[in-house]
C-alpha cells in the first residue's frame, strides 16, 4: 500500500483545512487509517484513526472536537478535516494505514506511511 497524503497549507488560527490521504490499492479498504504528526524538535504523535468500516473513530485529546477523520473506501481515500485550528496544530501530518489490531494510537503498528504534508497556523 503506497499512501499519499496533500492538502496542507499555510492557515490562520481558527481556520479550516482538509487534509486528504489517497491509497494505491483496494486493500485500503481492510485497513485502519490513522492521523499523525510531528512539529519541529518533538515527536510523533497521534491525532486519530478510523476503522475500515468508518465506524469508531478515535480522537487525541488535543484534537477531539475540532477535527474530523472520514473515509470514502470507494476512493481509497481517507480526510482529516480540521477547524478551530490553533498555532500548536502546526506540524507535518502524516497519514498511515494498517492492518487490524490493538493500539491505534501508536506508530509502531502501523505498516505503512505518507510521505507527509506541513500544516501552518499562523496568529
Known amino acids: 500500500v503506497q499512501l499519499q497524503a496533500s492538502g496542507g497549507g499555510l492557515v490562520q488560527a481558527g481556520g479550516s483545512l482538509r487534509l486528504s490521504c489517497a491509497a494505491s490499492?483496494?486493500?485500503?479498504?481492510?485497513?485502519?487509517m490513522g492521523w499523525f504528526r510531528q512539529a519541529p524538535g518533538k515527536e510523533r504523535e497521534f491525532v486519530a484513526a478510523i476503522t475500515w468500516s468508518a465506524g469508531s473513530p478515535y480522537y487525541a485529546d488535543s484534537v477531539k472536537g475540532r477535527f474530523t477523520i472520514s473515509r470514502d473506501n470507494a476512493k481509497n481515500t481517507a480526510y482529516l478535516q480540521m477547524n478551530g485550528l490553533e498555532r500548536g496544530d502546526t506540524a507535518v501530518y502524516y497519514c498511515?494505514?494498517?492492518?487490524?489490531?490493538?493500539?491505534?494510537?501508536?506508530?509502531?503498528?502501523?505498516?505503512?506511511w505518507g510521505q507527509g504534508t506541513l500544516v501552518t497556523v499562523s496568529s
Open positions: 490499492t483496494r486493500t485500503f479498504s481492510n485497513h485502519i
Open positions: 498511515a494505514a494498517r492492518r487490524p489490531g490493538t493500539n491505534w494510537d501508536s506508530p509502531g503498528r502501523y505498516d505503512y
